[in-house]
């Protein structure tokens, strides 16, 4: 007996809510797509109004601007980079070209190693997270009270909430990828069947042809005992 592949066995053809992964696939990528676009309105405010959006060192409590120029252009570049991703997906998933949705793909595995790099980092240095709340600006909501919790019960809680979100991470991936299986296996469908047998090897015409061929053929006389 054959065995496939093991992740073979998580693949399905639906996801939550019970709809097709391949409608999960668009509602994700249109998700993506405005949230990239709404942060890309952001940005192009704020360069050109960098009054409006820009802090003092005091409110920061530290020695720099909350970001510079150079760094705006290249948070608009990331921001157009990811709208075009998304796009790409929103549209490979609603032509069926699975090759658009790779792009995609690889952005949430990468976007997934960074969460859990987060997460080792924590679970080895679980000092760092006091002191980066320390290095929050005194204006920050709840500063006081975030520090005042205990660092064990800290870190658990927030090890806790980004297992949550990796774990819903691994989900929208596993979504993806299973969409792209199934493009990938229906165009692979309308390509020609070859049956090999011991020592032949027959071409069969696409289902569409065959059918529309046979239709045309006159059917054999009938048989007319002597």
């Known amino acids: 007996m054959k065995m496939g592949a093991p992740w073979t066995r998580f693949y399905s053809n639906s996801c939550c809510l019970c709809c097709h992964v391949r409608t999960g696939t668009i509602l994700l990528g249109a998700w993506y797509l405005v949230v990239n676009a709404v942060v890309l309105l952001i940005l192009l405010s704020a360069l050109a109004n960098p009054d409006h959006y820009q802090f003092s060192s005091s409110e920061l409590g530290q020695e720099f601007e909350f970001m510079d120029d150079a760094n705006m252009c290249i948070a608009i570049a990331i921001s157009i980079l990811m709208i075009l991703i998304c796009a790409m997906a929103t549209y490979g998933a609603y032509k069926q070209h699975a090759s658009w949705i790779i792009p995609f793909f690889c952005y949430q595995i990468f976007d997934f190693a960074l969460n859990a790099l987060v997460a ?30 205990n660092p064990a019960c800290l870190v658990f809680v927030i090890l806790l909430f980004i297992s949550i979100i990796l774990t819903f991470k691994v989900y929208l991936i596993s979504c993806v990828w299973n969409c792209y299986r199934y493009i990938n296996g229906r165009n692979n469908s309308d390509v020609l069947v070859y049956v090999t047998s011991n020592d032949t090897t027959v071409l069969l015409p696409p289902y569409d042809d065959a059918s529309v ?11 007319v005992s002597a």
């Open 120 to 149: 080792v980092t924590v679970l080895v240095y679980p000092n760092s997270i006091q002191e980066y709340i320390r290095q929050l600006p005194p204006s920050f909501p709840y500063k006081d009270d975030i520090m005042s919790v």
């Open 213 to 223: 061929g046979g239709a045309a053929k006159e059917p054999p006389p009938p048989y």
